[in-house]
DNA sequence: GTACAGATTGAG
DNA sequence: TCAATCTGTACT
C-alpha cells in the first residue's frame, strides 16, 4: 500500500474555490514526460473567484477563448501566457458555469519553483495542457501526499496538523483596485 | 487592420 | 527600479 496513488478526483475540485485554494497547499502535482516523473509539493496558491473578482479574467462574467475553460467544473487546467512569456497554471474550481480558478504560484523545490512562471517552466507546461483534465489526465495529476513523503519532508501534508496556512494579498494585481488587491486569497504553507 | 496592457521574472 | 516579449482584447 505504500505507493498508492490518489488521484484526486472530481469532488475535491467542485467545491468552494477559497477551500480548494487552501486544500491545494500540500498536495503534490505529478507530471509525467516520456520515461521521467517530476514531482512537486504545492506550497502556494491564489483563488480567483469568477465575474464578481475584479482581478479575475471572467470578471463581470467575461467569457474569451482564453478563459472559456474556467467556466467548466473544478479539475480542468487553465493555462495561459502572461507578459509574452510566462504561463501560469491555474486549476478551475467550483462547479460548472461558475468562472473560479486556483492559480498554482510556488511549489516545494526551492529557486526552482519559487513563482508561478517557474512552476509552468519545470513542470514543461505550455498550450498543449489548455483544458486538461487532471482527474483523467495520463501526464499531469494531483495526488495526496504519500505516507513516506510526508515523513520526509517538512510538511505533514494535508490536514494542516503541523504545517500553517498563511493568508495574504494576492500578487501583481494592483489594477483591480485597492478591495480586490486587498482580499487576502493568496495562501502560503508554513512549515 | 492597429494599439496596448498584463495573475512575472531576473538583472541592475 | 525596469526591460524583456507576445497574446488576447478592444478599438478603427
Redesign the pocket.
Known sequence: MKNKRVQLNRSFYTRDTIIVAKELLGKYIVRKIGKKTLAGKIIET?A?IGPK?K????YNG???????V?YLAGGYI?I???????W?L?VVTAGAGK?E???I??MDLG?L?????????YLKLN?SFYGEDLTESKRIWLENPAPEQARCGASRGENGARSKIIATK????D??GHYWSRRKWRFVLKT
Open positions: 491564489e480567483y473578482d482581478a479575475s479574467h471572467a467575461k467569457i474569451t477563448p482564453r478563459n472559456k474556467e487553465y495561459y501566457l502572461v507578459y509574452g512569456m510566462y501560469q491555474n468562472p480558478c486556483a492559480l504560484r510556488a529557486r519553483t519559487d513563482g508561478p512562471g517557474k512552476v509552468c517552466r498550450k494576492r500578487i501583481g494585481i489594477y483591480a
